[in-house]
């Protein structure tokens, strides 16, 4: 089993900061790209950050300058630093990871953690 969890989410005001921390736990091998994406009410996921295992980040133009992700390889965690915070920023975050797993079929798969809500009021 592979478990993905997410935390940090919460209710701030326009213009403060969050922090979402995403552990992967489990059965796993190794851990490439991570990820997060966010959906909002009525709308449909989208890409916010992902990074490679070697630290690349990439991230949709609508948070550059705002958000930072970061990982450690050795927890296999991953961070999404948000300063800045819009109320369009308003969504329920969710984290992803692909993965391959110690056990079973030897494909690197993609897994969802369940989501943190993310609330900014203005």
């Known amino acids: 089993q592979v478990q993905l969890v997410e935390s940090g989410g919460g209710l701030v005001q326009a213009g403060e900061s969050l922090r979402l921390s995403c552990v992967a736990s489990g059965n796993i ?15 449909q996921r989208e890409l916010v950050a ?4 070697g630290e690349s980040a990439n991230y949709a133009d609508f948070v550059k300058g705002r ?26 975050y969710y984290c992803n990871a692909n993965l391959r797993r110690r056990l079973g079929i030897p494909l690197d798969l993609d897994y969802w953690g369940q989501g943190t809500q993310v609330t900014v009021s203005s």
């Not at 992902?50 to 295992?53: A, G, L, Q, R, V």
């Not at 958000?67 to 329920?92: C, G, H, W």
């Open 29 to 43: 091998a190794r851990v490439n790209a991570m990820g997060w994406y966010r959906q909002a009410a009525g709308k």
């Open 50 to 53: 992902t990074i490679t295992s």
């Open 67 to 92: 958000f930072t992700i970061s990982r450690d390889n050795a927890k296999n965690t991953v961070y999404l630093q948000m300063n800045s915070l819009k109320p369009e920023d308003t969504a329920v």
